[in-house]
């Protein structure tokens, strides 16, 4: 009777174990129906929020203090939510926050951050996380989670934390298009990366926003970003000049010579940039002047400014305990220093202020144009750890993901003040940069590699630089500097080569050539800029948005070969290594040792920049252009601005006869923009756009004019001349 009773005791315990597991396993979010369709909200023309879980409202775009150019973003034609919104799913669990958004078969992703490897990211898994160049495409120095579809949407995971990225690789048991198993034991073409209908993505986070970017194009789908963070950044007309860095520790002398070594060669200079040396202390920082070095710095400013120079100072965030801001800093600081400098906790304003206001009373007052944030991406070994504390509160995780979207912020704040523009440079960013005039730069120094980062920051709205620092020959010297001409910010940085721009004095010519060019194209590359700043559009277009383009032209099929192909796969070749420069220039670098190369032309007509030749149309030509020659096309009717090249700027007076030039057949309109360069008063209407016509007269022959004017500023660019390029 006893036994019977514990038996049937037992019984039911067991039974009521396997009823609560059930239970238990029945809540796990383990299937597609567990997880929650997203509500997404529509927040301008064409961009729409959800929130997976729980969102404190923290994001990346509530760090960089963007703002949505609503007036642009409502200037772009309708768009509908551009997928299946009721696909698009998302659950917490584990502490984590995960969500899921589905993806077409033929669909090509591109984007995740400033890559310096290929463009195409479909099939790649990305934990990314903010650090200095290393090999792969997760650790980078802007490492924005937005990625572009080639189906024409963009969508932004906005949380500021290590985000995980499945972009099309995961097969789910119940995903809508579960692939057919394929059996290795009797088909070649089974895959070890089976395809996968969705992008899958989690932070461990409550929650995680997910901001959707209509089309209709990809291009369309980056321009609403770009306007939806606040428009593009438009740089002062002088910091589209050339750039020189010092090498370090050199004196205000040096500096100052430096100028007439300038003046004497016939090469053009707008800024020079102060490396480690001009600080007191640097690594960490004082930002206080070296008397030794700099014994007079506001008589030293003068100088430059009378010359027409403007001064950037480099400098990394960490503070010295022998700085004057040093005791003010300290409780605004996180645990752990760098370098044993303190880390300021730029989230508190009481921090922001005692910076800014060093920053504006020994720095910005006597005529210091702009900053190089150095070290603001990190490198594990000596960054703060992942488990450092903040004053604020904020996890150490999430200010290594916007330490530099802090600091743009606060510097943009301090010019702004001052109704003074500002350009710059920072080696890291992240979401949300869109407006901050500051361009990225890398100690990496592949060239390849660096055309490669141009190409993918057009993806994800931040602006970078291929620095030109040394050279193992005259011929890499003038590759590398051809390239760094068609780039956002054109600089030598001599830092440590102590390298001039004549320094490969076989090639000096070739050099001031291509510079003279870049100041030559100063309307156009201006008016490239104003198109990011008031319609969204990357200054760097990767090729893959420009219409016509087919990179199906660079895919090769794949020949059986047992020992490097053994399944016969297709070779896709990534293509990176040409880009739009504006509306209408194609750019194709060349790399040393490359006597010709290929260029993919998109359809239409495309001709020579540089004798206005036809040279092709929706196919692949191979060029062999001479050492002082960087290839340059110019699609049919392309309008180019230009001016005679002049060694500075800011010392531009009186009126600037304008070159106005015509590419091919078509009969075709170009605006050209101008402001005076350097305030905000653009943003109060002082602007003007020249709207240019090349018209065919009756005999068929094209003629240009200036249709008309929008805007109140009075334009300097006279008399125009019109160019007939293509005879
Ligand atoms: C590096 C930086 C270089 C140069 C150098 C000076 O971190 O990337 O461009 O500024 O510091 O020490």
């Given at each position: 009777?006893?036994?019977?009773?514990?038996?049937?005791?037992?019984?039911?315990?067991?039974?009521?174990?396997?009823?609560?597991?059930?239970?238990?396993?029945?809540?796990?979010?383990?299937?597609?129906?567990?997880?929650?369709?997203?509500?997404?909200?529509?927040k301008?023309?064409?961009v729409?929020l959800?929130?997976?879980?729980?969102s404190?409202g923290v994001t990346y775009l509530s760090y960089a203090g963007a703002e949505p150019?609503?007036?642009?973003?409502?200037?772009?034609?309708?768009?509908?939510?551009?997928?299946?919104?009721?696909?698009?799913?998302?659950?917490?669990?584990?502490?984590?926050?995960?969500v899921?958004?589905?993806?077409?078969?033929?669909?090509?992703?591109y984007g995740f951050g400033l890559q310096?490897?290929?463009?195409?990211?479909?099939?790649?898994?990305l934990?990314l996380r903010t650090?200095?160049?290393?090999?792969?495409?997760?650790?980078l120095h802007a490492p924005v989670p937005l990625y572009v579809?080639?189906?024409?949407?963009a969508v932004l995971f906005n949380s500021p934390k290590f985000i995980?990225v499945?972009?099309?690789?995961?097969?789910?048991?119940?995903?809508?298009?579960?692939?057919?198993?394929?059996?290795?034991?009797?088909?070649?073409?089974?895959?070890?990366?089976?395809?996968?209908?969705?992008?899958?993505a989690?932070v461990?986070a409550?929650?995680m926003e997910v901001i959707v970017f209509?089309?209709?194009?990809?291009?369309?789908a980056i321009r609403r970003y770009n306007l939806y963070c606040g428009g593009g950044a438009?740089?002062?007309?002088?910091?589209?000049?050339?750039?020189?860095?010092?090498?370090?520790?050199?004196?205000?002398?040096?500096?100052?010579?430096?100028?007439?070594?300038?003046?004497?060669?016939?090469?053009?200079?707008?800024?020079?940039?102060?490396?480690?040396?001009?600080?007191?202390?640097?690594?960490?920082?004082?930002?206080?002047?070296?008397?030794?070095?700099?014994?007079?710095?506001?008589?030293?400013?003068?100088?430059?400014?009378?010359?027409?120079?403007?001064?950037?100072?480099?400098?990394?965030?960490?503070?010295?305990?022998?700085?004057?801001?040093?005791?003010?800093?300290?409780?605004?600081?996180?645990?752990?220093?760098?370098?044993?400098?303190?880390?300021?906790?730029?989230?508190?304003?009481?921090?922001?202020?005692?910076?800014?206001?060093?920053?504006?009373?020994?720095?910005?007052?006597?005529?210091?144009?702009?900053?190089?944030?150095?070290?603001v991406d990190?490198?594990?070994?000596?960054?703060?750890?992942?488990?450092?504390?903040?004053?604020?509160?904020?996890?150490?995780e999430e200010m290594r993901q916007t330490y530099a979207l802090q600091i743009q912020k606060?510097?943009?704040?301090?010019?702004?003040?001052?109704?003074?523009?500002?350009?710059?440079?920072i080696?890291a960013s992240n979401a949300g940069a869109s407006a901050y005039?500051f361009?990225i730069?890398?100690?990496?120094?592949?060239?390849?590699?660096?055309?490669?980062?141009?190409?993918n920051s057009g993806f994800c709205g931040v602006l970078y630089?291929?620095?030109?620092?040394?050279?193992?020959?005259?011929?890499?010297?003038?590759?590398?500097?051809?390239?760094?001409?068609?780039?956002?910010?054109?600089?030598?940085?001599?830092?440590?080569?102590?390298?001039?721009?004549?320094?490969?004095?076989?090639?000096?010519?070739?050099?001031?050539?291509?510079?003279?060019?870049?100041?030559?194209?100063?309307?156009?590359?201006?008016?490239?800029?104003?198109?990011?700043?008031?319609?969204g559009?990357p200054?760097?277009?990767?090729?893959?948005?420009?219409?016509?383009?087919?990179?199906?032209?660079?895919?090769?099929?794949?020949?059986?070969?047992?020992?490097?192909?053994?399944?016969?796969?297709?070779?896709?070749?990534?293509?990176?290594?040409?880009?739009?420069?504006?509306?209408?220039?194609?750019?194709?670098?060349?790399?040393?040792?490359?006597?010709?190369?290929?260029?993919?032309?998109?359809?239409?007509?495309?001709?020579?920049?540089?004798?206005?030749?036809?040279?092709?149309?929706?196919?692949?030509?191979?060029?062999?252009?001479?050492?002082?020659?960087?290839?340059?096309?110019?699609?049919?009717?392309?309008?180019?601005?230009?001016?005679?090249?002049?060694?500075?700027?800011?010392?531009?007076?009186?009126?600037?006869?304008?070159?106005?030039?015509?590419?091919?057949?078509?009969?075709?309109?170009?605006?050209?923009?101008?402001?005076?360069?350097?305030?905000?008063?653009?943003?109060?209407?002082?602007?003007?756009?020249?709207?240019?016509?090349?018209?065919?007269?009756?005999?068929?022959?094209?003629?240009?004019?200036?249709?008309?004017?929008?805007?109140?500023?009075?334009?300097?660019?006279?008399?125009?001349?019109?160019?007939?390029?293509?005879?």
């Amino acid at each position: 009777m006893v036994a019977s009773l514990r038996q049937n005791r037992s019984t039911a315990v067991l039974i009521a174990f396997l009823l609560m597991t059930a239970v238990l396993w029945a809540a796990e979010p383990v299937g597609l129906a567990d997880m929650k369709v997203l509500e997404f909200v529509e927040k301008a023309p064409g961009v729409w929020l959800a929130t997976v879980g729980k969102s404190d409202g923290v994001t990346y775009l509530s760090y960089a203090g963007a703002e949505p150019r609503l007036g642009g973003l409502g200037k772009m034609s309708a768009a509908g939510f551009p997928l299946e919104a009721k696909e698009i799913v998302g659950v917490t669990s584990n502490n984590r926050a995960i969500v899921r958004i589905p993806l077409k078969d033929a669909e090509k992703l591109y984007g995740f951050g400033l890559q310096f490897a290929g463009i195409n990211r479909r099939g790649q898994v990305l934990h990314l996380r903010t650090d200095h160049y290393r090999r792969g495409n997760e650790r980078l120095h802007a490492p924005v989670p937005l990625y572009v579809s080639s189906n024409g949407y963009a969508v932004l995971f906005n949380s500021p934390k290590f985000i995980s990225v499945y972009a099309g690789i995961g097969n789910r048991w119940d995903s809508p298009n579960f692939p057919t198993p394929k059996d290795r034991n009797t088909d070649r073409s089974w895959p070890a990366q089976p395809r996968s209908d969705a992008v899958e993505a989690s932070v461990i986070a409550d929650g995680m926003e997910v901001i959707v970017f209509a089309g209709p194009t990809a291009l369309d789908a980056i321009r609403r970003y770009n306007l939806y963070c606040g428009g593009g950044a438009l740089p002062p007309k002088w910091g589209l000049g050339f750039w020189h860095r010092m090498r370090t520790h050199a004196t205000s002398d040096e500096v100052v010579r430096e100028l007439d070594e300038f003046e004497k060669r016939n090469f053009p200079l707008d800024v020079i940039g102060l490396e480690p040396g001009w600080h007191s202390k640097s690594y960490p920082c004082t930002y206080e002047w070296n008397p030794k070095l700099y014994p007079n710095p506001a008589e030293f400013m003068k100088t430059m400014n009378e010359n027409g120079v403007r001064v950037n100072l480099w400098e990394n965030p960490y503070v010295s305990p022998d700085a004057g801001i040093y005791e003010a800093i300290k409780p605004l600081s996180g645990s752990h220093t760098v370098w044993l400098g303190l880390v300021p906790d730029f989230t508190l304003e009481a921090a922001r202020k005692v910076v800014s206001e060093q920053h504006e009373k020994e720095h910005l007052s006597i005529g210091v144009s702009g900053y190089k944030i150095d070290e603001v991406d990190g490198y594990d070994f000596w960054l703060w750890p992942d488990h450092a504390l903040f004053p604020s509160g904020t996890s150490a995780e999430e200010m290594r993901q916007t330490y530099a979207l802090q600091i743009q912020k606060m510097l943009m704040k301090l010019f702004r003040d001052r109704n003074q523009r500002t350009y710059g440079q920072i080696r890291a960013s992240n979401a949300g940069a869109s407006a901050y005039p500051f361009a990225i730069y890398s100690d990496h120094y592949d060239h390849k590699g660096f055309v490669t980062a141009m190409v993918n920051s057009g993806f994800c709205g931040v602006l970078y630089t291929p620095e030109i620092r040394s050279a193992g020959s005259s011929e890499e010297w003038v590759r590398r500097m051809q390239s760094v001409c068609f780039s956002p910010l054109t600089q030598l940085n001599g830092w440590a080569s102590n390298t001039k721009p004549w320094s490969f004095a076989d090639v000096t010519n070739e050099v001031r050539e291509v510079i003279q060019l870049r100041m030559s194209l100063l309307p156009y590359i201006y008016t490239t800029f104003a198109k990011y700043r008031f319609e969204g559009t990357p200054p760097i277009r990767p090729m893959v948005l420009e219409a016509g383009y087919n990179d199906e032209q660079a895919v090769i099929a794949g020949k059986l070969d047992d020992a490097k192909n053994p399944y016969a796969m297709a070779i896709r070749k990534d293509v990176s290594d040409q880009f739009m420069f504006g509306e209408c220039l194609l750019v194709a670098p060349i790399f040393v040792g490359q006597k010709s190369r290929s260029v993919i032309l998109p359809t239409g007509k495309w001709y020579d920049f540089y004798t206005g030749e036809y040279a092709g149309g929706g196919e692949v030509i191979t060029v062999t252009p001479a050492l002082n020659r960087i290839p340059l096309y110019v699609k049919d009717g392309g309008i180019i601005a230009m001016i005679e090249p002049v060694n500075r700027i800011s010392k531009m007076t009186g009126d600037v006869p304008l070159t106005v030039r015509h590419y091919g057949e078509k009969a075709s309109r170009a605006a050209v923009y101008d402001d005076d360069g350097k305030t905000f008063d653009y943003e109060k209407g002082k602007y003007v756009w020249l709207n240019l016509e090349a018209a065919k007269n009756a005999d068929d022959k094209l003629h240009g004019s200036v249709k008309s004017l929008t805007g109140s500023y009075k334009s300097k660019y006279k008399p125009i001349n019109w160019e007939f390029m293509t005879k």
